[in-house]
């Protein structure tokens, strides 16, 4: 069986960046994109590490990440996407809050821009496949 064709254009969450060096780019999209939120959670790593190395580890990663994407905007448009994301959630019975907010804020930049998410943590955007398109890698 062929390999299905690579997405032109992808975006890629905060799991797939903190693991990008290590995953096979034949399964990311040609072009990677991150939301604002993701770097974000980036831009919060360095402060949670409670060991130096970690946090020296995590600083490295955002930097990195900062001078190699322009970040999408979470704009108007992502935030009516976040109203349907939201409504999704709510309606699976499901909490949009606490850290689970991130991911949805995530998916609904991805909804706006019309971009599949490529995630290590598909489950995080379980129920969400009707709005936005989800890729495990």
């Not at 590490?49 to 946090?55: C, M, S, V, Y």
């Not at 322009?70 to 108007?76: C, E, I, Q, S």
């Not at 109203?83 to 959630?89: F, L, Q, T």
Request: glycine share 6%; hydrophobic share 40%.
């Amino acid at each position: 069986m062929p390999d299905s064709p690579r997405d032109q254009r992808g975006i890629i969450d905060t799991s797939v960046v903190i693991d990008l060096e290590q995953l096979n780019t034949q399964q990311l999209p040609i072009e990677l994109a991150v939301s604002a939120i993701t770097m974000a959670e980036l831009a919060a790593g360095p402060h949670a590490a409670k060991e130096p190395g970690e946090r020296a580890r995590r600083q490295d990663r955002l930097q990195r990440a900062e001078a190699v994407f322009d970040a999408l905007p979470f704009d108007g448009e992502a935030a009516r996407a976040y109203g349907r994301i939201y409504a999704a959630e709510i309606g699976r019975g499901r909490k949009a809050r606490g850290s689970r907010a991130l991911d949805l804020l995530i998916a609904a930049t991805a909804c706006a821009e019309d971009l599949p998410i490529y995630t290590r943590n598909p489950e995080d955007f379980d129920g969400l496949h009707d709005l936005v398109r989800i890729v495990a890698v």
